[in-house]
């Protein structure tokens, strides 16, 4: 149960970081003046990195209900 967590946040950092690529690709089409296909790329980045962040809070979760049921050390 407790590695659930690690991995939960593992796979968090990795989706916040892979949200970097469709920001500099949302920079990428602003200078060529495609602002729709900007727009777009941004609210893909900005939703990966909420789920990111919410994928984070879980890890937090568990790990807290394991340290609570006894199966972590502080």
Known sequence: MVARGYVYDG??????????YFFYQSTRFLTDKDY????MTLLVGFLIVRGGVELGKLALLVRRRAREAGGEPR
């Open 11 to 20: 796979l968090s950092g990795l989706l916040i970081l892979g949200s970097l």
């Open 36 to 39: 729709v296909a900007a727009a």
